[in-house]
C-alpha cells in the first residue's frame, strides 16, 4: 500500500484475520523505516511467538505473545494496539499480552505499508488475510472484544483502512480501502504483488459476522451489510 499522510499514525489499533497455508513465520503488517521507526506484527514460527514490535525511531519496544495460536488450519483474528499507556494483543477476541508503553507514540516513517510479507526481515509467508482494519488510536480492551468478531461501520473518523478483499474481478490487480468520513475516501489501496491472488476463503460465519449493539435507549442499526445483486430495499415489521 503505497505511503499517505492519511496512514500517519501516532496511536494504533491493527485488526486482521489470518491463517496460513502451511507452519511458517508470517508477516501481518509492516510499516516502518531506521530512521523514523514504526511498527510491525508478525509471527515467529521457530519461536511460536506472535511479536509486535513498535519504534518511535529513537527507541524501540516488542509484545511478545507465546504459543498464541489453538489452531493452524483455520482463521485467527489478532488485533495489536498501542497508545498512551498501553500496547497490547488479542487473539480470537482473548487477551495475549498488555504491557506498559515505554515509547510513547510510535514514529511516522513515509515507507509502503507491507500486508503478508517484510522486505526488511526477509519474510515471505503463505497465507488467507481477510477484514484487515488500521484505526489511528488504540481500542480500549471492550472494543477490541465487541469488534473483532463483527464487521464494521466503514465510515469513522479514525478508520484510515478497511480491506475487506470482497471486490474480486478478473484481472484485478489491487484490493480496494473502503475506509472513508462522509464519503470521503483514504483510498489506501492494497497493490496485489508478489504472487498475491484472490481465494474464497473466508473465516466462518461463527467467526466472523454481522453483529450489532444496543445503545443507552435500546436501539440499534446493522451497517456495512454487503449483498450481490441489485440491492432492493426491505421493511422489516
Known amino acids: 500500500i503505497p505511503h499517505q499522510a492519511s496512514q500517519d499514525a501516532k496511536a494504533l489499533t491493527l485488526e486482521a484475520w489470518f491463517k496460513p497455508l502451511t507452519r511458517n513465520s508470517f508477516v501481518i503488517a509492516e510499516k516502518r523505516d531506521s530512521t523514523n521507526g514504526g511498527y ?31 489452531s493452524f488450519t483455520s482463521y485467527n483474528q489478532i488485533t495489536a494496539a498501542c497508545g498512551a499507556d498501553s500496547i497490547r494483543i488479542y487473539v480470537n477476541g482473548l487477551e495475549g499480552k498488555t504491557v506498559y508503553n515505554e515509547i510513547g507514540e510510535i514514529g511516522l516513517p513515509q515507507t509502503s505499508l507491507l500486508l503478508g510479507s ?19 488510536y488504540a481500542k480500549t480492551k471492550a472494543e477490541i472484544v465487541r469488534d473483532f468478531n463483527r464487521t464494521v461501520e466503514t465510515n469513522h473518523k479514525d478508520l484510515f483502512l478497511y480491506l475487506n478483499f ?67 430495499n426491505y421493511t422489516v415489521v
Do not use: C
Not at 45 to 65: D, I, P, R
Not at 124 to 135: A, K, L, P, Q, T
Open 166 to 232: 470482497d471486490d474480486r474481478f478478473d484481472g484485478l490487480t489491487e484490493t480496494f480501502d473502503q475506509s472513508n468520513l462522509n464519503e470521503v475516501f483514504n483510498a489506501n489501496h492494497a497493490l496485489l504483488l508478489g504472487g498475491a491472488v484472490f481465494t474464497d476463503s473466508i473465516p466462518s460465519n461463527s467467526q466472523l459476522a454481522l453483529a450489532a449493539y444496543t445503545d443507552a435507549d435500546g436501539t440499534y442499526s446493522i451497517g456495512n451489510v454487503r449483498y450481490l445483486g441489485t440491492g432492493q
Open 40 to 70: 510491525i506484527l508478525a509471527y515467529d514460527s521457530a519461536e511460536n511467538k506472535l511479536h509486535y514490535a513498535v519504534s518511535n525511531g529513537t527507541a524501540s519496544q516488542t509484545v511478545s505473545v507465546d504459543t498464541p495460536f489453538v
Open 118 to 136: 517484510s522486505i526488511s526481515q526477509n519474510i515471505y509467508g503463505s497465507g488467507n488475510m481477510d477484514e484487515v482494519r488500521f484505526w489511528k
